[in-house]
């Protein structure tokens, strides 16, 4: 939702609001204004949706067009975006143990969510030589940027502190 500089609802999302989405309707349902059920309904709805975007080597691009389900022109992969998107599935899917392991609902769910971090792979941000992120790509051409994120970049913790976890760069990044 915008509010300047008119109120209205903005048809546009980012994998880093797409991800926040998530785990606050995990906390929604911790904190018993929805049900678990409600919040399970509410996360497959929103993986069927994932699961159908146009995507960049299996990564989200930076901008969707809400009402088409495309990304927007000029269509970016962002690195800290991604980053953010894959640590709120990381942080959903554990989540969800709590309802559960052994609850098949809840175990489904947690399986797609691995899938999509299982397709979801930072390196192609990573620089080799430098040992650093680039600051994303062209959806378009492939092009990659030639500015990066030096370790002590806020926004790129996250994307390296994944990136480092999940072994799609070396642990030296850090």
Known sequence: IQETPVPRKA???SPTNIGFYLVSTL????LSFITAEE???R??????????LP??????YNWYDTVKAVPLKPSYVSAVDCGNYLCCLTALKEGLREYGNTDSIFYVTSQRIEKILDSSDLSVFYDKQRQL???????????VSSSFYDY???????????AVARRQVPSSHW
């Open 55 to 60: 995507k960049y080597k299996g990564l989200l």
């Open 43 to 52: 996360i497959n709805n929103t993986l069927d949706t994932l699961e159908r």
């Open 39 to 41: 919040m399970n309904k």
């Open 133 to 143: 992120f680039r600051i994303g790509i062209d959806g378009e051409d492939g092009t």
């Open 27 to 30: 906390a929604a349902a911790d």
């Open 152 to 162: 002590y970049m806020s926004e790129a913790r996250m994307t390296s502190y994944y």
């Open 11 to 13: 048809k546009r999302t």
